[in-house]
């Protein structure tokens, strides 16, 4: 039984940061219609720069990921610029968009090898090695502390979307860009805006990756199956799905990992995947 319930524990833990890592994949690709594989190679990025002022000035990750996410804002608008000119203005979105972020994380990954090697980097603070302990089940602050900086920053990311004028444009882009253009609003600056905050959320998820375990350049491929998987399973553009898509898919992971060992984990959460698709194609929380 404490296994049992430190799995589900651990699982919820890892979810909240699977949320945090496709809470941006979930506006590119959800809402926006843009197949950005490359979102998980900014998280590694996010990772390194967290590594580099916390190994060099002691500052703490989360502080970093914080410090760093308005710089990635405008990384990613910039990035969107790019695209849009040379892609989807023309209409070549499909398959060349889709080449040209594959070319963006391949670059990406190979920067971080060619300046830091392929060596695993960690990062210090006082309480990653500490345990929080509620009767028989264990916290690792590890897990709890990337846990409770994930759920703040996706119910941000959910509430800034539902609540505000920007936020609702960015979520009628997709659906009806002739309708938003007669309210006034331009769907490029607002399409422009909501990639930016996309990367933006990468920097704070970088920042949660590197205290859960160590990193090195090509670790963002590991998670471009978890993120998309997620985001497909929640209902494409629905935060709420998402969050529980991202929680079924930790816990499954967990429960593997403690009953059946850590190799199994991945095939069995992807199992879950298809069988739910299977059965709602659109999702969990997706429109019919």
């Not at 916290?139 to 996706?154: I, K, Q, Y």
């Amino acid at each position: 039984m404490d296994l049992f319930l430190n799995a589900i524990v651990s699982g919820v833990l890892l979810g909240a940061f699977y949320a945090a890592v496709a809470v941006g994949l979930a506006i590119t690709f959800g809402q926006l219609d843009i197949v950005n594989i490359a979102h998980p190679a900014f998280v590694v990025v996010g990772s390194y720069i967290t590594w580099i002022l916390n190994s060099r000035f002691g500052l703490d990750p989360v502080l970093v990921g914080v410090l760093a996410a308005p710089v990635f804002f405008f990384v990613g608008a910039l990035l969107y610029r790019i695209y849009y000119a040379a892609f989807e203005r023309t209409g070549q979105e499909s398959l060349s968009g889709l080449a040209f972020f594959f070319g963006v994380m391949f670059i990406v990954e190979v920067i971080l090898i060619l300046v830091y090697g392929v060596d695993y980097r960690l990062v210090s603070a006082g309480y990653l090695g500490e345990n929080l302990d509620i009767g028989f089940i264990g916290l690792p602050l590890r897990l709890f502390v990337p846990f409770v900086v994930a759920s703040a920053m996706t119910a941000a990311v959910w509430l800034y979307l539902s609540r505000t004028f920007t936020g609702r444009a960015i979520l009628a882009v997709a659906q009806d860009r002739l309708a938003l253009q007669l309210m006034g609003a331009d769907p490029v600056k607002i399409k422009q805006f909501a990639f930016g905050l996309a990367i933006a959320t990468t920097a704070i998820a970088g920042s949660l990756l590197i205290m859960i375990g160590p990193v090195e350049p090509s670790l963002g491929r590991v998670y471009i199956g978890r993120a998309f998987a997620i985001v497909v399973l929640g209902g494409m553009g629905s935060i709420p799905g998402m969050v529980i898509a991202a929680l079924l898919l930790g816990v499954t992971e967990s429960f593997v990992s403690s009953f059946a060992g850590p190799s199994w984990a991945p095939a069995v959460a992807f199992g879950v995947l298809l069988l739910t698709l299977a059965v709602r194609p659109s999702g969990l929380f997706g429109r019919a």
